[in-house]
């Protein structure tokens, strides 16, 4: 009584799915891969008529591409071709990243739920197991999981330009694929192990998508990339399990199926929800500055000048972030000069960075100035040390005992050294200089090189370091790989040119003939020379080498099978003794010897040269605190459902204060990018430009403060891409920008003012911003235009951070 429903129920499910499956079977998936784009290659396919457009072409238009009838859609002819190019490449490497990808995820979601995870012994995508994604059963080897010949394509692409340092795209991708995915669910019932097999394919595909791309000033310019779906994607398939009809041919199984993908999706990559991914390290955001470094620069003893007859003009520029530079003032013909002035300077890593010191003589009368004299202060000492852990040795870093001891001030006495190429600048510049300051410059290059020495104090050193002999082994492998290929070039090159030798010769030899198709053969085949003949034979040799290796695995599993039950158990116990012995042979550690460059400790100085002068300066560090804010729970994302399996997390939005006092101290940057269509009043040449910022606090107790950039010789849309920093100012100042024309020596001695104003640099226009207005805003980043001026207008960025060193102030 009890088996007979059970038994008649399920004998009308499956009468169901079948009957289900054959009444619904039209209803298949949308095509995408039925409209080609062969129309352009044939000038007799002659456009429709409106009046002739029938009701099958109107039902075509949804699976067309976006450039077809939006206009803002540009079309990407060229992408598409080289993904077409690449695809047979990419789908073997494509299917085993997401095997070994599906891996954690379903053995996560298993080890939830014990019940299931006791039932499940494995799960395979072809011939790919999940739960050992290196290892290739060979009893399913006829099994596919391929993407087919039909590749994605890129169905237009819409690009937004903003104003933030990103990219925005919107790009829809299709995909109207022959892919074939057989997975299968090994099933434990006891002693039994049932097997329940699903197959997938013609999967149609559609997806609106938006790439977000983090944009850089360093190489390769793009920090990260961040992508996520405008629209619910449209998915189609067919599902088949144990070889059976279309399951999603039944009613309500796709708009389930569609559902539950829904349901995963929305948690990852619908929108605003992201899937973000770093191509450089932090998305290519820089490190949080750790502090700052006072410098107070008092004077300069016994300065040393190019010119023996007469005194230099000095002034001196301190570095510490690359391209971001502090100069002080100009003293008038003194060797010895007084400045008194403080430098404020942020500091990123003090491993990597260093406080350079770099004296000039100001020369109005040339485009350059003379490099007097140099000197590099490191944050930290190198030392070479023993590691515990391994037992090998590394380069160690300690920190200076200035940084150590935080708003301490050291005093320090710097000899300043010579530069060669300070002095070949001199040497070379001596038509503007007087003949007496050439020949002394000439005299000390002189005394430089006889003495063998160099600025450059960086050594090399040996250290043994600890590595697994894994890592040894590919090193290796890519280090003979490296010479192969350039023994290669090398050989290829050579047998070039001897056919080209022997070619103009009028030698036509077989020798020379051989040299020829073997340099030829060696150049890779010009994307465009590429025809569908070449493409077709290149999907041909994929799929002749995927089916080698299914028979190569269809004769093991053969030959597995005359075995007994013993050897095969027999060889597999072997097999894996010898797998995990040459993995722990891999893991082993082993000292191997590596070449370090050492940069050297504390101040640099050159070993036999005496000092062209003596520097009198005092340091103070103070770090920056990093307090938190009441909204910082609310920036940090919060990853649930499937997106916790995104395994990065794009940086936190910049914070910024809406309210902030003017008082509040923080680092302004200056990004300038570049001007354009600038005026020179009374002059039929192009300007020689450069800016000038003036930056006025609001607190009367800190000075102005000036910076400029390079000067950009004979344009009137001069670009420079230049950043400066302007440390512990108040929020309330004011940054005033002068783009300003330098007056030549020629315009000046043609000049027919008797005055010293003929010295002056001409004034193109200028420009006032409010920090505050910053500050308010985190940064900004515009086209401005320039005040008092014919024309003209500055590009350039500006960004706030604020400077938490409240208790160290006064």
């Known amino acids: ?67 077809t009838f939006w206009p803002d859609y540009d079309r990407w002819v060229m992408i598409n071709r080289m993904i077409r190019l690449l695809w047979p490449k990419l789908t073997s490497a494509i299917l085993l990243e997401v095997a070994k990808a599906v891996k954690p995820i379903v053995q996560q979601n298993l080890n939830a739920i014990p019940e299931v995870l006791s039932l499940i012994d494995d799960i395979t995508l072809g011939p790919y197991s999940i739960m050992d994604a290196d290892h290739l059963d060979p009893h399913i080897a006829d099994k596919y999981f391929t993407l087919g010949e039909h590749p994605v394509r890129v169905a237009g692409m819409k690009v937004y330009s903003t104003a933030e340092d990103t990219c925005i795209m919107e790009m829809p991708l299709i995909w109207g694929s022959n892919a074939v995915f057989d997975v299968q669910v090994y099933l434990k019932l006891g002693p039994a192990r049932v097997v329940i097999p699903v197959h997938i394919s013609h999967i149609q595909y559609k997806a609106l998508a938006r790439v977000v791309l983090n944009m850089v000033d360093t190489i390769p310019c793009i920090g990260g990339a961040t992508l996520s779906l405008l629209q619910p994607m449209h998915l189609d ?94 003293v008038k013909s003194s060797n010895n000069p007084v400045f008194n002035q403080e430098f404020f300077m942020v500091v990123d890593d003090f491993q990597q960075q260093k406080l350079s010191i770099k004296v000039y003589d100001y020369d109005r009368l040339c485009p350059t100035d003379d490099l007097l004299g140099t000197a590099e202060l490191f944050f930290s000492e190198e030392a070479i040390e023993s ?98 290929a350039a023994a290669a070039q090398m050989e290829a090159a050579e047998k070039a040119a001897a056919a080209q030798k022997a070619s103009t010769s009028g030698s036509s030899s077989a020798e020379a003939a051989a040299a020829a198709a073997a340099a030829a053969a060696r150049v890779p085949k010009a994307a465009e020379a590429w025809s569908e003949e070449d493409e077709k034979a290149l999907w041909a040799e994929w799929k002749r080498l995927a089916d080698e290796k299914k028979a190569a695995a269809a004769a093991e599993v053969k030959r597995r099978k005359a075995l007994t039950k013993e050897q095969r158990e027999a060889e597999d116990a072997a097999k894996k003794a010898a797998e995990e012995a040459a993995k722990k042979a891999e893991e082993e550690i082993v000292l191997v010897e590596q070449e370090v460059v050492l940069r050297g400790n ?68 200056v990004t300038i990018f570049k001007a354009s269509k600038l005026a020179t009043p009374g002059s039929l040449t192009n300007p020689d430009a450069y800016v000038e910022m003036l930056l006025v606090d609001c607190d009367p107790r800190r000075p102005s403060e000036t910076q400029k950039t390079s000067v950009k010789f004979n344009d009137n849309t001069p670009r420079w891409c230049e950043t400066f920093d302007f440390v512990m100012i108040s929020a309330g100042s004011v940054l005033t920008l002068s783009v300003k024309n330098k007056t030549g020596i020629l315009n000046a001695t043609l000049n027919l003012k008797l005055s ?22 985190g940064h900004l980043k515009d086209t401005w235009p320039l005040l008092e001026a014919e024309s003209g207008t500055l590009e350039m960025k500006l960004s706030w951070s604020n400077c938490h060193v409240e208790q160290y102030m006064d």
């Not at 992201?274 to 008092?298: A, D, H, I, R, Y």
């Not at 003949?435 to 050594?459: F, H, I, Q, W, Y």
């Not at 640099?604 to 000092?611: F, I, L, Y």
């Not at 010293?756 to 805003?777: E, Y």
Request: charged content about 20%; some cysteine.
């Open 387 to 484: 590691d515990p852990a391994t037992g090998g040795e590394k380069v160690a870093y300690h920190l200076a005992d200035w940084i150590k001891s935080p708003m301490s001030e050291k005093r320090l006495v710097l000899p300043l050294h010579m530069a060669g190429g300070g002095l070949l600048k001199a040497v070379s510049k001596g038509i503007a200089k007087t003949a007496t300051g050439a020949t002394g410059a000439m005299k000390r290059l002189v005394s430089m090189k006889s003495s063998g020495s160099s600025p450059d104090m960086s050594g090399k050193t040996i250290i043994m370091v600890a590595k697994t002999a894994k890592e040894v082994r590919l090193e290796e492998e890519r280090k003979a790989a490296a010479e192969a």
């Open 756 to 777: 010293k104003s003929r010295f002056q640099d001409q004034l193109l226009g200028k420009l006032q911003i409010p920090v505050a207005d910053v500050a308010r805003n």
């Open 1 to 67: 009584m009890v088996f007979g429903p059970l038994i008649g129920a399920g004998l009308g499910a499956l009468a169901g799915v079948g009957i289900g499956s054959a009444v619904f079977s039209g209803d298949r998936p949308k095509d995408f891969n039925f409209i080609t784009e062969a129309a352009d290659k044939n000038d007799n396919i002659r456009t429709p008529a409106c009046a002739n457009v029938t009701d099958e072409m109107r039902g075509m238009i949804p699976l067309t591409p976006e450039w």
């Open 602 to 669: 504390g101040s640099t100085a050159v070993e036999g040269t005496k000092p062209v002068g003596m520097m009198h300066i005092t340091l103070q560090y103070m770090p920056f605190e990093h307090p938190t804010f009441d909204d910082d729970i609310e920036l940090t994302p919060v990853k649930g459902g499937f997106a916790q399996y995104v395994p990065f997390t794009p940086p936190k939005p910049r914070q910024f204060i809406s309210n902030i006092n003017d008082f509040q101290r923080g680092l302004l940057t």
């Open 237 to 330: 398939y067919s599902l088949r399990l144990f070889n059976g009809p279309d399951m999603m041919a039944l009613p309500g199984v796709k708009q389930a199926v569609d559902w539950a993908i829904g349901m995963v999706l929305k948690d990852v990559l619908l929108y605003p929800n992201s899937v973000s991914v770093p191509l450089m390290t932090n998305f290519g955001v820089p490190p949080e500055p750790q502090g700052m470094v006072k410098v107070t620069l008092t004077k300069i003893e016994n300065l040393k000048t190019t010119d023996l007859l007469t005194k230099g003009d000095p002034y001196v520029v301190f570095e510490i972030r690359e391209g971001r530079v502090q100069r002080s003032k100009t």
